[in-house]
C-alpha cells in the first residue's frame, strides 16, 4: 500500500501560497469556470470556500462527468452538485490521513487551521510508474485513411508511421494500452499498408498484432465488419492519429456498468462565438444580449469502447462513418454512451497544426 504523502502549502512565499488557491471556488462559480479550475491544478478536485477560505465543500472531476452526463446545465453554479459533507483534517492530524483515506476510497484530504481556515493539502503519492489497473481488453487501430489533412508528410509515409520523437504514432498508442494489460491489437490497414506491415516485421513492438486487409476504403464503421468473427469480447477502438491519456480501466468499466453497446470517449470543448449574441423575446424585443458567449460541447475524440454485437448489425461491403454507426444504433433503440476526458487528456494529430502541438506536448520539439 503506497501511503506517503504529498503536500502543498502553507509557505512563506508568496508564489507557493497561490497554489492553495489553485484549489479553492467559490460558491457562486459556476460549473464551467469549475472545470476550468480542475483542468488547471491537474488534480481533478477543487474546495468550494467561502469568502474567508473556509471549507464548505468538495467537487471532483468525476463529480462534473457524472452531471454533465445528465444534461446538466454548465451554466448553473457549482454549489447544485457540490458535495457538502466534506472531510478534512486539522492542522497536527496529517498523521491520520493514510488510513483515513483508504477508509473513505479517496486521495487527498484539506488540512484547515485553528481557524478552520484551509491551509493545506495532502494527497497519496503515487509512485513513478504505479500499476495500473491490468483489465487485458483487445484493442481495434484503425489504420487504413490516406491521412490527406497530413499532407505531404503521408504522400510518403502512411499515417499510423508518423514519428513522434523516437516512435510511431501508432507505438505510442499501443503503449498506453499496454500500461492497462491490452496487447492484443488489431490493425485495420488499407493505404501503404506493405510499408506499416514491413515496419512492425521489424520493430519487435513485445505485442500481438494481427493485421486485417481493408481492400477498398470503407470507413470507420465498414471497415469494422471486417472483424466480423474476430471479437468475441468488449474492445477498444481507436483512430491511429490520436494520443488519449486517461484511465481505460475506468472508462471500461463505465461502459459494463452502463450496459452500453458503443461508448463514446468525449472531450467537453468550448467554442467561442465571435459576435455579440441577442436573446430575442416572441414579439421580437431583446430581451438580453452575451458578448462572445461560449459554448460547450461534447467533442468526440476518436476513441470507442464497442461491444461484439455492434459488427453484426454492420452491413457487409458498405462505407460508413462512425456517425452512420452511432445514428444506427440509436435508430434501433442500443444504449449509446458518453465517457467525458478532459481537453489536457487528449491529443490529436490530425492536421498539421495539431501534430506540432503534440510534439511539444511531449516534449520531442
Known amino acids: 500500500m503506497i501511503n506517503q504523502l504529498w503536500r502543498i502549502g502553507p509557505m512563506p512565499e508568496k508564489s507557493e501560497n497561490m497554489q492553495i488557491e489553485k484549489f479553492i471556488v467559490s460558491e457562486t462559480a459556476s460549473i464551467i469556470e469549475v472545470m476550468q479550475s480542475i483542468e488547471q ?35 448553473n453554479p457549482i454549489s447544485e452538485i457540490a458535495n457538502y459533507d466534506c472531510i478534512y483534517l486539522h492542522v497536527g492530524q496529517e498523521d491520520k490521513a493514510p488510513g483515513l483515506m483508504k477508509q473513505k476510497g479517496i486521495t487527498c484530504i484539506p488540512v484547515v487551521d485553528e481557524n478552520d481556515v484551509f491551509c493545506d493539502m495532502l494527497f497519496l503519492l503515487k509512485k513513478e510508474g504505479a500499476p495500473k489497473e491490468q483489465i487485458n481488453v483487445p484493442v481495434v487501430i484503425m489504420a487504413g485513411g ?7 508528410y503521408t504522400d510518403i509515409l502512411p499515417k499510423p508511421l508518423i514519428p513522434i520523437g523516437h516512435q510511431t504514432i501508432t507505438e505510442h498508442i499501443m503503449d498506453r494500452f499496454s500500461k492497462f494489460g491490452c496487447n492484443s491489437f488489431y490493425v485495420i490497414v488499407n493505404y501503404m499498408k506493405g510499408f506499416i506491415k514491413a515496419y512492425f516485421a521489424e520493430h519487435d513492438a513485445g505485442k500481438e498484432i494481427s493485421f486485417v486487409d481493408e481492400t477498398e476504403f470503407l470507413g ?37 456498468e452502463q450496459k452500453n453497446l458503443l461508448t463514446l470517449v468525449c472531450v467537453q470543448k468550448e467554442y ?11 414579439e421580437g424585443q ?36 462512425i456517425t452512420d454507426i452511432i445514428e444506427m444504433c440509436l435508430e434501433k433503440g442500443e444504449r449509446v454512451g458518453a ?19 503534440m510534439k511539444e506536448k511531449l516534449g520531442f520539439e
Open 41 to 75: 491544478n491537474g488534480r481533478g478536485i477543487v474546495f468550494v470556500c467561502d469568502e474567508n477560505k473556509k471549507i464548505l465543500a468538495a467537487v471532483s472531476d468525476g463529480d462534473i462527468r457524472r452531471y454533465i452526463l445528465k444534461n446538466g446545465q454548465l451554466s
Open 146 to 152: 490516406k491521412g490527406t489533412r497530413l499532407k505531404p
Open 220 to 256: 470507420t464503421g465498414g471497415g469494422l465488419k471486417l472483424l466480423q468473427g474476430k471479437m468475441k469480447e468488449t474492445f477498444f477502438m481507436s483512430n491511429c492519429d490520436i494520443l488519449i491519456d486517461a484511465d481505460y480501466a475506468e472508462a471500461y468499466h463505465y461502459h459494463k
Open 272 to 282: 467561442v462565438i465571435p459576435y455579440g449574441v441577442m436573446e430575442v423575446s416572441g
Open 286 to 321: 431583446i430581451t438580453g444580449l452575451k458578448e462572445k458567449p461560449k459554448i460547450p460541447v461534447n467533442a468526440n475524440t476518436g476513441m470507442y469502447i464497442i461491444e461484439p454485437k455492434l459488427i453484426d448489425m454492420i452491413p457487409d461491403n458498405t462505407h460508413l462513418d
Open 339 to 357: 465517457y467525458l476526458i478532459s481537453d489536457e487528456q487528449w491529443m490529436d494529430m490530425g492536421q498539421m497544426s495539431e501534430l506540432q502541438k
